[in-house]
């Protein structure tokens, strides 16, 4: 209310255009000494679409070769766990990779994979088992 007793009232409608990316991922790059039972992990700026994450847009890799594995998604959806099968090689460079442009939003935008700003992009982290 302003001095003469007049009322007013307005409404704005804000939108936050946030980048879906990577907000964080273990075992960070080059730790070394990483058990082969370890579980890479990648966090999300918002929730995921957890048919997106899977077996092929987020895996482990040896020596050139992709190890098999399963990729399990927390409940509230910004948490992915790569569970390899069997255990790691060791004494290995393993690289986990995320494939930005095959991971989806829950609201259908593509993952930032590589921190660019622009949407799609890899993601590859090494780490000497």
């Known amino acids: 209310m302003d001095r003469a007793g007049n009322i007013g009232s307005a409404q ?5 255009d946030r980048q879906f990316s990577i907000s964080g991922h273990a075992p960070a790059d080059g730790v070394t000494d990483v058990g082969v039972s370890s579980r890479p992990r990648i966090q999300f700026t918002s929730a995921v679409d957890p048919d997106s994450v899977n077996a092929s847009s987020f895996y482990a890799s ?3 070769a992709v190890l ?3 990729v399990v998604v927390s409940n509230d959806a910004r948490t992915a766990w790569l ?5 790691m090689p060791g004494n290995s460079r ?5 494939e930005g442009d095959l991971i989806r939003s829950a609201d259908d935008r593509v993952l930032d994979a590589d921190g660019d700003g622009a ?3 890899r993601c590859a982290s090494a780490s000497p088992r």
């Open 83 to 87: 569970y390899v099968t069997g255990a």
């Open 12 to 16: 704005r409608s804000v939108q936050i």
């Open 62 to 64: 040896a020596g050139g």
């Open 94 to 98: 393993v690289e986990i990779t995320v």
């Open 68 to 70: 098999p594995g399963t």
């Open 119 to 121: 949407a799609a992009g």
